[in-house]
């Protein structure tokens, strides 16, 4: 009768027991770690990573995750310095450098992150003009992580990057400066049409010049200039340059009439 009812009890022990060790033994991961709390007290150092144990009912573990996590800033509203409204959304990457303070420090580590992400990006894109937020987004993705990383900073957190991924305007505003970039780029394309113009006069002087110098060398210039319009089979009235003889220009019209001829055979 002892025997019958002693096996039971044992069977009921050995179960408890091992459901004992089972709650007492842990493993946490290469990137995990357990901050452990003894009737209510903070146990140093934080557990992991491997195997390590804890007193059931007794003791309580919160698991926390080291990898670099994301946080995925809904867009916020800003209204930029020269009173532009805008739709602007970031990424945050950051992890956790010191468990024991992101348990004990603040409540929800990744919720106060995020919150504090969304109030820090509006504060700071608040400060800048329009141009600045599009075409400094490096500068302004480092200012915002240096002041998120300060803040958090005491809670063991450590922000790593800030990425400000969109940037929406208003469909007005995307027309103003549609025209704006057509604008930049018209006064570009008369300022190389004017330096054109300039350097072609200043080429024109400096061939007067030479011609002033050298006076056969632009009689020969014209000649040529002559022969070439002949060779179109143009009807062309000429009124030479001052100072050709009389058997000059007798010269240059015989040439004209046989250039012209070689031109209609």
């Known amino acids: 009768m002892v025997d019958g009812i002693l096996i039971p009890v044992l069977v009921v022990v050995v179960f408890f027991v091992l459901i004992l060790i089972a709650a007492a033994v842990k493993v946490a991961r290469e990137y995990e770690r357990a901050v452990i709390f003894r009737l209510g007290r ?46 602007v959304d970031a990424v945050v990457y950051y992890r956790v450098d010191d468990p024991i303070k992101a348990v004990i420090k603040v409540r929800d580590f990744f919720q106060a992150t995020n919150l504090l992400a969304q109030t820090t990006l509006r504060d700071v894109l608040g400060q ?47 027309r103003a400066i549609a025209k704006q970039a057509e604008a ?11 330096e054109g113009e300039f350097q072609a006069a200043q080429k024109m002087l400096d061939a007067a010049q030479l011609y002033i110098q050298a006076e056969p060398a632009l009689r020969l210039r014209e000649l040529q200039n002559l022969a070439e319009i002949a060779r179109e089979k143009n009807l062309i009235v000429v009124t030479p340059s001052g100072g050709l003889g009389m058997g000059q220009m007798a010269g240059m019209a015989a040439a004209m009439m046989e250039a012209k001829k070689k031109g209609t055979e």
């Open 184 to 194: 930049e780029r018209e006064r570009r394309s008369r300022v190389i049409m004017a």
């Open 128 to 174: 800048v003009e329009l141009d600045d937020l599009l075409s400094k987004r490096d500068e302004l993705n480092r200012r915002i992580q240096d002041l998120l990383d300060v803040a958090t900073d005491p809670w063991g957190i450590k922000v790593q990057a800030v990425t400000i991924r969109d940037v929406s305007l208003p469909e007005s505003m995307v």
């Open 42 to 87: 903070l146990r140093i150092p934080p557990k992991g990573p491997g195997l390590y144990f804890i007193i059931p009912i007794v003791d309580r573990r919160v698991v926390v995750d080291l990898r670099i996590l994301s946080i995925d800033v809904p867009q916020q509203r800003v209204v930029t310095m020269d009173n532009v409204s805008t739709a």
